[in-house]
């Protein structure tokens, strides 16, 4: 089925499977990709459907390039794209592992809004408390001259201290910004265990 998210469509499979397509709680952060994007080049990490990738194009962004190691979801990440009637020419989806395929990355760079959303956990794939630091050294590499990231995480074990001091630690050069608040028809009982979505700026 379709659904519409600030007048966006996008692709859900609903009552299929735990992900179904869309991240809900996800909608301020796709919102203030949307107000941010206009005029730059993207760089979408674990894009999943590309639901980043379509408010970066609705917001005027240069580019998109969206990297997930899933060729189905990158599929859906074009239906997603089709059905809002973007120009796909804008847009780039690369499906392979993003640690065997750094070079790839950094050689479509530099970008001015890097997008991290990985899994918490996916077995073979991605271990949050190891490879998210891996992630977060590059970035000095991935960014322009007045580059930005938002840095998301939904794992309740972790605070907002785990991507701060974690910026602070692998790409110093990066100053936190704000954290984005969560929709209030996700409340937590905890806010450290709720989703983090942070904003850092050179």
């Given at each position: 089925?379709?659904?519409?998210e600030?007048?966006?469509?996008?692709r859900v499979?609903?009552g299929?499977?735990?992900?179904?397509g869309?991240f809900?709680?996800?909608?301020y952060?796709?919102?203030?990709v949307?107000?941010?994007?206009?005029?730059?080049r993207v760089?979408?990490?674990?894009?999943?459907?590309?639901?980043?990738?379509?408010?970066?194009?609705e917001g005027?962004?240069?580019?998109?390039?969206?990297?997930?190691?899933?060729?189905?979801?990158?599929?859906?990440?074009?239906?997603?794209?089709?059905l809002?009637?973007h120009?796909?020419?804008?847009?780039?989806?690369?499906?392979?592992d993003?640690?065997k395929?750094w070079?790839?990355?950094?050689g479509?760079?530099?970008y001015?809004?890097?997008i991290?959303?990985?899994?918490?956990?996916q077995?073979?794939?991605?271990l949050?408390?190891k490879?998210?630091?891996?992630?977060?050294?590059?970035?000095?590499?991935?960014?322009?001259a007045?580059?930005?990231v938002?840095?998301?995480?939904?794992?309740?074990?972790?605070?907002?201290?785990?991507?701060?001091?974690?910026?602070?630690?692998?790409?110093?050069?990066?100053?936190?910004?704000?954290?984005?608040?969560?929709?209030?028809?996700?409340?937590?009982?905890?806010i450290?265990?709720?989703?983090?979505?942070?904003?850092?700026?050179?």
């Amino acid at each position: 089925m379709t659904i519409t998210e600030g007048g966006l469509r996008y692709r859900v499979d609903l009552g299929r499977k735990q992900n179904n397509g869309l991240f809900l709680d996800m909608r301020y952060g796709r919102d203030w990709v949307r107000a941010n994007a206009q005029g730059k080049r993207v760089l979408n990490l674990f894009a999943y459907t590309c639901g980043f990738s379509v408010t970066a194009i609705e917001g005027g962004a240069e580019h998109v390039v969206n990297l997930d190691m899933s060729s189905a979801a990158l599929s859906r990440g074009r239906d997603n794209h089709r059905l809002n009637g973007h120009d796909l020419g804008k847009v780039t989806f690369l499906g392979h592992d993003l640690f065997k395929s750094w070079g790839k990355v950094i050689g479509k760079g530099p970008y001015d809004l890097v997008i991290i959303d990985p899994p918490s956990f996916q077995k073979g794939s991605f271990l949050l408390t190891k490879d998210y630091q891996r992630v977060l050294r590059r970035l000095p590499e991935l960014l322009g001259a007045e580059g930005t990231v938002l840095a998301c995480m939904n794992d309740p074990a972790f605070g907002a201290d785990f991507l701060i001091e974690g910026v602070t630690r692998e790409a110093p050069s990066l100053r936190f910004e704000r954290r984005l608040e969560n929709p209030p028809e996700f409340p937590d009982a905890d806010i450290e265990c709720g989703l983090k979505a942070l904003v850092f700026r050179l």
